[in-house]
């Protein structure tokens, strides 16, 4: 298996667990498989820029031969964001939340297959 060189760090600052050093990571996925998820809010019917550094993760690690999910759901968008932010995401209509996910696993399609 190739070893990874994870010189885009800066990808890697909030997606690993903070205990584990770069290197530890570098050897744990030179070693075997991990699997990565990266959830995807869909109060809008399409994606903002910020999206796009995660899905360039996702695609990186898929290179690697690592597992990836890209989870586009509507269970916090019927309920609102329970992290106790200032401000929670918008609530949307069951309707408008299937309609949502439609328009965003095309893209997801086009970007990442």
Same mark, same amino acid.
């Given at each position: 298996?190739?070893?990874?060189?994870?010189?885009?760090?800066?990808?890697?600052?909030?997606?690993? *667990?903070?205990?584990?050093?770069?290197?530890?990571?570098?050897?744990?996925?030179?070693?075997?498989?991990?699997?990565?998820?990266?959830?995807?809010?869909?109060?809008?019917?399409?994606?903002?820029? #910020?999206?796009?550094?995660?899905?360039?993760?996702? *695609?990186?690690?898929?290179?690697?031969?690592?597992?990836?999910?890209?989870?586009? #759901?509507?269970?916090?968008?019927?309920?609102?964001?329970?992290?106790?932010?200032?401000?929670?995401?918008?609530?949307?209509?069951?309707?408008?939340?299937?309609? *949502?996910? *439609?328009?965003?696993?095309?893209?997801?399609?086009?970007?990442? #297959?």
């Amino acid at each position: 298996m190739k070893k990874l060189l994870l010189i885009p760090t800066a990808l890697l600052s909030q997606t690993y *667990n903070e205990l584990m050093s770069i290197d530890s990571l570098d050897d744990l996925m030179s070693k075997k498989k991990i699997t990565a998820y990266i959830g995807f809010d869909i109060t809008s019917d399409s994606l903002h820029i #910020g999206s796009l550094v995660q899905l360039m993760l996702l *695609n990186w690690l898929d290179e690697f031969g690592h597992n990836t999910i890209a989870l586009v #759901g509507g269970g916090t968008t019927l309920v609102g964001d329970p992290s106790g932010k200032d401000s929670t995401r918008k609530i949307i209509t069951l309707n408008q939340i299937t309609e *949502n996910i *439609n328009k965003i696993k095309k893209l997801l399609v086009i970007l990442i #297959g």
